[in-house]
């Protein structure tokens, strides 16, 4: 097998050139000590103390290292940076073309990345920088890495900003130091039961799995809220009532809406069990669960919490004052009528909305780049770039040619030719490919020394017994193992290496598009391509993740459609309540559209849940809408009734996870930002959906109303 | 080549140097297992297999003579198969003084006959596992001996002799060698690579009385770190039917067996 792993990449520049002794030095001994490490196979080192440089003689051939002992001599570190000049498969490659920079290439398994590896890699790095040296590390498993620790390590320092933020949003809406503490309560403890399990099953802790406690935080508290706000209308209205009283009623009332956002919110991220990824399918089985509890704590230990601690304050309702309406509160009643009565703003409204939203989503591209997370200015997007501009790429995009079992195929001439022609197509047509590499790269270089170092000997030459003799000749007098990173034992398969300056889609895909266009000539001859590499991965990850995430998404709106026909028992209910969310979901595309945020994983996982989240306001506001419903004949008065009611819930609800998520614009990890942004948008969508259109589509719809003839 | 000459081709059982072995020091039992007498030229088939970690395998035939001409000696080898490099053919010359070899190829589609120089005798020998020191160039005093132990391998008696690198820029730290008590023929021997850590294992598989010579006709050599081996197995051998020196030039070289 042709072996393709991914490399580190450890640069060493020195500004002064690295043709000297103490540069030379640190680049041996930083190899071998790579060659050291336990994760890293010996042979998988390559560096310009590694390399073999194949040059033309007056009479022959001559293959050697380019030096074992470290030249000391002005005379050998001359010889030696000539030889390096005018070897293409090494200058540009290993050695800068500005000769101030050198790279070591470290490829390592898949499997073999821990954080340990990662600090003793950059410790080791560190270690041999001195006053002229300086040693950069990167590559796609250091991005990786860096992205695994940093994303989690801010999470870490942010969370708790946002659940003090909440906490003090949650007093001041609630007015309730006890009424806060245990909806804050019930949060912690569906968490901590959520990681109790995954530790239980023995689930390894991903880098998605600290959105788990943001999740939590942003499902919890909406039940404590709800059901706070029920009480505080109750005993402000029966301002006797014992706290027993208080507390069968604000049961009785909404444990049924409870248990319903409860089962809409867990089915949403169910609904991720679609992914093939799966540190996302464990990331929507323990959320769900952890709603689940979040239900039980809310319906069990707030009870519990009131009997104890008692009822919170009552503000008892004036009776006699004119309410301009049927609730017991002014604004309320205005807010409804005045949606109503000017029902088409909220339709004409939704629609430009939903226009808009659509033409921004045209606009909306895939980004799986890892390091387009980081900031423009940390270190390991500056090292990067760094590096990009010294040589090939970062990012690499394999092309395995595949004979099917067929040996000897990658001896034919025609065949090289193809994939010679192939790779300069690409290299000339892209800026964004550094460098490309493959058999083809060894056979020109030996024809060209085997003819007088001729530069129009550069080629493929036509006999295949050429081509065999060379390789023949090439495994005689230098490293054989090199050529096991182009082409395995029998020549029956080849891996071509495109390396490119960037990790996002556009750069992967624009090559692809290139190389694609060879796919006929090379089935002439037999041949199928397959893809690999790091920048390859990338890329089919996110189309897996996105695949799924679509999926999900279409999955969770159908089965929530059919959820909430089965709990209103009315199919119209199901209908309607699904609008805010449409619009959420819709809103959330077109923006990310318009302010050219790439989808990635983290913003389409976003996307998807926030269906199950959005669809919690409209749940509490039909429950509501029903039970005012069978005590009324006056839609008005249901609505007026709902939005006091309900409404209230649902703004205090928004404004204290709108609240704790706006914290999260200020991390210093850019995922966590979008995190924080989109939440909070959809949130918000999901909310004013909710009392707006969703009601005046209630209100036009009659449901609960039809049968009732006696309209006002 | 010396190489081929003395671990591939030929070791010797010299009779007469049983004698008194127990004082031998380690670099005595080297000194004598490197110069044992050997023919003045020899004549054989080689087949040489390569077999990769995933037990794909590469088998080259070679047809290849060796002439000792006192102070240089000279090997020119032919490839039988496989048939893409058929009639290819590579002339070495090894010299007793310090200067280093002088090799050439030949390229039947290139149909020309070029130098190639190869600044290190540690450098593998056609992709094998085996390097040209191995089969044999490596000088005495480039290690100090040290007669480790005597015991038994394979039901023959052995001395083992660890031989350590002076140069520490060498491939091997170190090599172990189990070296026949009773015609010093070598049997098997372990190569510690730069950081003492087992790399290859030589294993002397057959060895025959040709014309009165010991010779190795069958031998491997694993590479443990890469799990790679290589095989060489010695048919139709014939030593000293006078090969002429003439036999060893680009002339030659062109024109084929």
Request: charged share 20%.
């Amino acid at each position: 097998m042709v072996s393709i792993k991914d490399g580190i990449i450890i640069a060493l520049e020195n500004k002064n050139g690295v043709f000297n002794t103490e540069t030379l030095d640190t680049l041996k001994q930083l190899t071998k000590r790579f060659k050291k490490f336990e994760e890293i196979d010996k042979d998988d080192v390559t560096s310009l103390y590694t390399a073999d440089n194949i040059i033309g003689t007056e009479d022959g051939m001559d293959v050697k290292s380019f030096y074992k002992r470290v030249p000391k001599s002005e005379e050998k570190l001359k010889q030696l940076r000539e030889n390096v000049v005018n070897n293409e498969m090494v200058f540009g490659r290993l050695v800068s073309t500005d000769e101030t920079v050198t790279v070591i290439i470290a490829e390592i398994g898949d499997d073999v990345f821990t954080q340990k590896f990662y600090n003793e890699i950059l410790e080791t790095a560190k270690a041999s920088q001195t006053d002229d040296i300086k040693v950069y590390v990167a590559g796609r498993p250091i991005v990786e890495g860096t992205m695994a620790l940093l994303g989690p390590a801010d999470m870490k320092k942010m969370v708790p900003i946002v659940i003090l933020v909440i906490f003090l949003v949650l007093f001041i809406t609630l007015r309730s130091f006890k009424g806060t503490l245990i909806t804050l309560g019930v949060v912690f403890l569906s968490t901590i039961w959520a990681f109790g399990l995954m530790a239980t099953v023995g689930i390894p802790i991903y880098a998605v799995s600290t959105m788990i406690p943001v999740m939590l935080i942003a499902i919890g508290v909406a039940d404590g809220i709800h059901l706070y706000s029920h009480l505080q209308v109750f005993i402000n209205h029966y301002p006797n009532a014992t706290k027993k009283e208080a507390t069968i009623d604000m049961i009785k009332h909404l444990w049924k809406p409870v248990v319903m956002t409860s089962v809409t919110t867990a089915v949403g991220f169910i609904s991720l069990l679609t992914s093939q990824v799966y540190p996302v399918k464990y990331f929507g089985i323990f959320t769900a669960f952890g709603v689940m509890m979040a239900m039980v704590f809310s319906l069990v230990f707030l009870p519990a919490g009131i009997m104890i601690f008692g009822l919170p304050k009552a503000k008892p309702i004036d009776k006699d004052e004119d309410k301009g309406g049927h609730s017991h509160s002014k604004l309320a009643n205005s807010f409804a009528v005045w949606i109503i009565e000017h029902k088409y703003v909220s339709i004409v409204g939704t629609a430009v909305i939903v226009i808009l939203s659509i033409i921004g989503m045209q606009k909306i591209w895939i980004n799986s780049s890892f390091l387009e997370k980081f900031e423009k200015n940390s270190e390991i997007v500056l090292t990067d770039k760094f590096i990009n501009e010294h040589f090939g790429g970062t990012s690499t995009l394999n092309l395995i040619l595949d004979a099917n079992g067929k040996k000897d195929v990658f001896k034919e001439p025609a065949v090289l030719k193809l994939v010679d022609k192939m790779q300069k197509d690409v290299d000339g047509q892209l800026q964004i490919v550094g460098n490309t590499f493959s058999l083809a790269d060894y056979i020109n270089r030996m024809n060209k020394v085997m003819n007088a170092d001729e530069e129009e000997f550069n080629t493929i030459p036509d006999s295949k017994d050429m081509i065999a003799q060379y390789l023949l000749l090439y495994e005689m007098s230098g490293d054989p193992e090199n050529l096991n990173k182009v082409v395995d034992y029998d020549y029956e398969k080849a891996n071509i290496t495109f390396q490119l300056k960037s990790d996002n889609s556009k750069a992967m895909d624009a090559s692809l598009a290139i190389i694609k266009t060879y796919k006929d000539d090379f089935h002439k001859l037999g041949i199928t391509m397959n893809y690999a590499g790091s920048g390859y991965k990338g890329l089919v990850f996110t189309d897996l993740i996105l695949e799924g995430q679509i999926m999900s998404l279409i999955l969770s709106l159908i089965i929530i459609v059919v959820l909430l026909s089965l709990m209103f028992k009315n199919t119209m209910i199901g209908l309607i309540g699904s609008v805010p969310i449409i619009i959420t979901a819709l809103i959330s595309f077109g923006v990310m559209g318009f302010l050219d945020i790439p989808l990635n994983t983290t913003t389409a996982l976003l996307s998807s849940i926030a269906i199950g989240i959005g669809i919690d306001y409209a749940v509490h506001f039909l429950e509501q809408y029903r039970h005012n419903a069978t005590t009324t004949d006056n839609r008005m008065v249901a609505a007026q009734k709902t939005m006091a009611h309900s409404g209230r819930a649902i703004i205090y609800n928004a404004i204290v996870v709108i609240a704790g998520f706006l914290v999260l614009l200020f991390s210093v990890f850019p995922p966590n930002r979008e995190l924080g942004a989109l939440v909070s948008l959809n949130m918000f969508t999901s909310f004013v959906g909710t009392l707006t259109i969703m009601l005046v589509l209630l209100y036009m719809s009659k449901v609960y109303f039809k049968k009732k003839n006696i309209e006002k | 080549m010396k190489t081929l000459k003395f671990s591939l081709i030929v070791s010797i059982l010299a009779l007469s140097m049983g004698v008194n072995a127990q004082e031998l020091t380690g670099r005595e039992i080297v000194d004598k297992a490197y110069n044992l007498p050997t023919g003045d030229d020899i004549t054989s088939t080689l087949t040489m297999t390569l077999i990769n970690k995933s037990g794909q395998s590469r088998v080259r035939k070679i047809q290849q003579y060796t002439k000792d001409l006192g102070k240089i000696e000279k090997s020119i080898m032919f490839f039988l198969s496989p048939a893409d490099v058929k009639n290819t053919s590579f002339m070495n010359w090894t010299y007793d003084s310090d200067k280093s070899d002088d090799q050439w190829i030949y390229l039947p589609a290139l149909k020309k006959v070029k130098r190639i120089s190869s600044d290190s005798k540690s450098d593998y020998f056609m992709g094998s596992d085996f390097t040209y020191d191995d089969l044999g160039d490596r000088k005495l005093d480039a290690d100090t001996h040290k007669l480790l132990r005597e015991e038994s391998t394979n039901g023959q008696e052995c001395y083992v002799v660890e031989s350590v690198s002076i140069d520490e820029d060498y491939i091997y730290s170190k090599t172990i060698t189990w070296i026949n008590k009773a015609n010093f023929v070598g049997v098997k021997k372990e190569f510690y690579d730069e950081d003492e850590e087992l790399l290859k294992i030589l294993t002397i598989k057959e060895v025959k009385e040709i014309s009165g010579f010991w010779t190795i006709t069958h031998s491997e050599m694993e590479n443990v770190q890469k799990n790679h081996k290589t095989a060489i197995e010695l048919d139709n051998i014939k030593i000293n039917t006078g090969v002429p020196a003439s036999k060893f030039s680009e002339r030659m070289m062109m024109r084929g067996m």
